[in-house]
């Protein structure tokens, strides 16, 4: 059925999870974030594209020639950890056991072809313990899901063409049963290869047959909006008639959401042009869904928000499409 044919049958609409931009945090330029809870404790794990932007520097990080980095800030208060993986780009983290996992791409610049895979029981020290090489790939962001005893790990890729189409970028996905050992899945399975598909999130919920996907889409006029799209095999995909689930909007993305933004911070994020909400990754705290996502220009000049639905993950992703 198609998609104008399935609008057409239906006589009862979900209705869009109410989402609420409580406004801007960071303009480090820091985008790429993950909220996850460790021990109890909540943290934001953070992928820093330039070492300075730890510090005060501020700008784009195209102009800035240091390191790239990985860190994690307990968001309760605002400390953060050392600095790790430098010269690593992107990354995504999920806790096995009593331990922090975390997958990153063995690149000082954009586009790793090889994956790298480290754990850490204390967020201080770090080790490495699998590689994965892919030749020929270009990897950017990622994500990690769990279901059924089976690790999923969706890349997001713009080459080899042969697998991400004549429009990059696309997810690709590998599985695992132990974290360690990753196979490709077939080439089948693939999400969005006609079109642009950027800033990926994939999310499994207990006794649900889907995969989740949040994605950043396209839209005429250099704009960008997340979305989000289900399937049960990775092949056969289904998007929400409710998407975007995020959209830019200046006056929400601008609100001020940090006691540590300075003055000069203000009048960045004031000036700064919106055209974008991208990067959206979720995770469940008391009982609400903690929402963070980048805005900004696409072209440098990007701020970190954050956001909240009031309810369960589960109630936030079904409501999509149920």
């Not at 919920?205 to 704009?223: A, F, G, I, K, S």
């Not at 289900?230 to 289904?238: A, H, L, Y």
Request: hydrophobic content about 35%; overall charge negative.
């Amino acid at each position: 059925m198609s998609r104008v044919d399935e609008i057409k049958s239906r006589t009862v609409f979900p209705k869009k999870p109410a989402i609420r931009k409580q406004g801007t945090i960071s303009c480090n330029c820091i985008v790429e974030t993950t909220p996850i809870v460790y021990r109890g404790e909540l943290y934001r794990f953070e992928v820093v594209r330039r070492k300075s932007f730890t510090s005060a520097t501020k700008g784009s990080w195209h102009d800035v020639e240091d390191s790239p980095c990985l860190r994690f800030v307990k968001v309760r208060t605002n400390e953060a950890t050392p600095i790790f993986a430098e010269d690593h780009t992107f990354g995504f983290p999920i806790v096995v056991g009593d331990k922090m996992y975390v997958v990153t791409g063995k690149s000082k610049t954009w586009g790793a072809d090889t994956l790298v895979f480290m754990r850490s029981d204390d967020l201080v020290s770090w080790e490495i313990y699998q590689e994965l090489p892919m030749p020929g790939f270009k990897i950017y962001n990622m994500n990690i899901a769990q279901k059924d005893g089976k690790y999923t790990l969706l890349i997001e890729i713009s080459a080899p063409l042969e697998e991400c189409g004549s429009h990059p970028y696309t997810f690709r996905f590998l599985q695992s049963d132990d974290m360690t050992h990753w196979t490709l899945m077939p080439k089948e399975c693939v999400f969005q290869k006609d079109r642009y598909a950027g800033s990926p999130g994939l999310y499994t919920l207990d006794d649900d047959p889907y995969y989740y996907v949040t994605y950043l889409e396209e839209y005429p006029m250099c704009c960008y909006a997340n979305c989000i799209a289900r399937s049960k095999d990775f092949i056969n995909w289904e998007y929400s008639l409710l998407n975007p689930v995020l959209m830019y909007d200046e006056y929400e993305d601008k609100k001020i959401a940090s006691p540590f933004l300075t003055m000069e911070d203000r009048a960045l994020i004031d000036a700064a042009l919106d055209i974008n909400n991208s990067d959206m990754e979720i995770c469940e705290f008391l009982g609400r869904t903690i929402i963070y996502y980048s805005w900004g220009d696409q072209l440098g000049h990007e701020f970190l928000a954050e956001a909240c639905y009031e309810g369960t993950v589960k109630e936030f992703l079904q409501g999509f499409f149920e």
